[in-house]
Every structure is written in C-alpha cells, then in structure tokens.
C-alpha cells in the first residue's frame, strides 16, 4: 500500500505532522494481523488526542477544586502539592473540565470516528475487560 492508501486510512488527523508521518511509518511496518487494529487505535487516538486539546486555556480554579474533592485521598494530596498549574498538564483533569463543560469524551469521539469503528473500538474494549 502506498503512503497516500496509509494517510486515507488514518482519517481523524493528529495535529502534529511528525506524528503523522510515524504513524504511516508504523502501519508499513505491521504485522497483517495487527494492521487493522492499528488503524483502528490511530484514529481512536487521534480523536482523543484532539478531545483532550479541547481543554487547554479553559481550565480554571474552580474546576481544579471541584476535581480534586472526587478524587481519593491519595491522589488529592500529590494533586494538592503540585497544584492547579501541574494539573492542567494532566489528561484525567482535561477530562474533567470538558465534561463539566458538557463535552463528554466518548460522545466527542463518537462523532469523529466512522460508525463501524467506534462499534468495533467498544467490542476491542469489551474483550479486554473480559480478559481476552
């Protein structure tokens, strides 16, 4: 398969261009039985990737308060400790901001990935919680 078959096949772009040259790189170097699933976790990952972009500059104080009472206590406190700042580098409260703001992740994703993709990501997500 050529790049430009690759490229087409990797339709929820990365922002970065070297990651998506990588991740063409990364497909021509497959396994065949691991390809399609490859394909699959690029454009879930992509999608995510962009979701979780969603939220930088729009976290405030009063998200960073409010995620960290849902937290257990463990975690609350490194939170605590290294602050609002080092929060808003981390994914789980990107999340949390978004979802307060009524953008749930697999909502955001779901409309970005092809129908059959997403039903194929939530049965791959199905097996591995079943331990297959």
Do not use: C
Not at 62 to 75: I, S, T
Not at 98 to 124: A, F, H, T, V
């Amino acid at each position: 398969m050529s790049q430009e078959e690759l490229e087409k096949l990797i339709y929820v772009k990365h922002p970065n261009k070297q990651i998506r040259q990588n991740q063409i790189e990364a497909l021509e170097k497959s396994p065949v039985d691991q390809f399609d699933f490859l394909v699959l976790l690029f454009n879930f990952g992509n999608a995510s990737y962009r979701y979780m972009s969603l939220a930088k500059g729009e976290e405030t104080m009063e998200d960073f308060e409010d995620w960290l009472e849902g937290l257990p206590d463990n975690a609350r406190q490194v939170f605590e400790k290294q602050g609002f700042e080092a929060a808003k580098t981390a994914w789980p409260f990107r999340r949390h901001v978004m979802e307060r703001r009524d953008l749930g992740m697999d909502e955001y994703i779901q409309k970005l990935l092809r129908p059959d993709d997403w039903e194929k990501w939530n049965d791959s997500k199905k097996s591995s919680e079943d331990g297959q």
